[in-house]
């Protein structure tokens, strides 16, 4: 009798656990290259003057470009050619179709501004005049500088690869729950963290591995992440993980209860939020999944 190895499946593709590993390793490696080499190019330029002047983070740009590094070498080199390519991330050509896209982004937005809506009838939220300090366009211009990066280094770092490999070891249920749990404690350093919007926030890992599951596409799911936190900053004008941006004109003011509203966090951090996510959940579980080869 054969014994099992711990490395590799009887198929020959190296066990999840250690593709999970190994992935955390090269996006350590990555990350230490981009700001060792390609960090001190930019510099060079006047790329980094203009940012700052207009205020545009670009920090998480880098990120971006080491979790995209780590993935593809993490594909080379732990997987071979038994997969197909960036297809088995979902960032395949296919994954890029309005139709995986467009519910990406009305689930993203509808989830969080309807039941913030609610509560504005309920008077537990109002909108409050804010200093003008620049246009409307300008705060979302700052907005998209730093959340665009930061939806697409976070998805593809938790529901990218690392999703794949739990999938194809453990199953959905375990991918999903993984992640989402990786996905909460990501956030544990934000401003004013609680146990309560932690986990508000571990449930929106949830709700986005269902939308990369259910569209078949981790762009929907970068784009329900992206919708997500633009409708909390530019349109509601309230923080968003506890971090908060430009609020031109106005402003969204919470008053409470924070385990209902998210207070300091923002909405994502409360019960209203928690439910929005739910339905979301329990309607794209009811729609048909998207086929990877649909056309």
């Known amino acids: 009798m054969n014994t099992p190895s711990p490395w590799y499946t009887e198929a020959g593709a190296v066990r999840a656990p250690w593709r999970a590993l190994g992935f955390a390793g090269l996006v350590v490696l990555a990350s230490g290259a981009v700001g060792a080499i390609l960090v001190p190019l930019v510099q060079l330029t006047s790329l980094v003057d203009l940012a700052r002047e207009e205020r545009l983070g670009i920090a998480g740009w880098w990120d971006l470009v080491a979790v995209v590094i780590a993935t593809a070498l993490a594909m080379r080199i732990f997987d071979g050619n038994r997969i197909s390519g960036w297809g088995s991330v979902g960032l395949d050509r296919a994954a890029l179709r309005w139709r995986c896209i467009g519910p990406g982004l009305a689930v993203g937005s509808v989830a969080i501004l309807l039941p913030t809506a609610l509560l504005l ?6 909108i409050e005049p804010a200093a003008v300090t620049e246009s409307w366009q300008s705060a979302l211009l700052v907005a998209c500088a730093q959340l665009i990066p930061s939806a ?85 004008h309230a923080p968003v993980s506890g971090l908060a941006l430009p609020t031109p004109w106005y402003q969204l003011a919470d008053h409470g209860p ?5 207070g300091s966090w923002g909405p994502e951090g409360g019960g209203g939020a928690a439910v929005g996510m739910l339905v979301a959940i329990f309607l794209l579980l009811r729609r048909p999944r998207v086929s990877a080869d649909a056309s």
């Open 258 to 262: 924070a385990w209902l509203t998210g």
């Open 121 to 126: 009838q309920a008077g537990r939220f109002s």
């Open 152 to 236: 697409f280094s976070e998805e593809l770092l938790v529901r990218g690869y690392l999703f794949t490999a739990i999938l194809e070891g453990a199953g959905e249920q375990w991918a999903v729950a993984g992640t989402a749990i990786i996905f909460g404690m990501m956030h544990v350093g934000n401003p004013d963290p609680s146990a309560w919007s932690i986990a508000c926030v571990t449930l929106a890992g949830i709700f986005l591995a269902v939308v990369r599951l259910q569209l078949g596409s981790l762009y929907a799911a970068t784009a329900a992440h992206l919708a997500w936190n633009l409708s909390q900053v530019s349109v509601l």
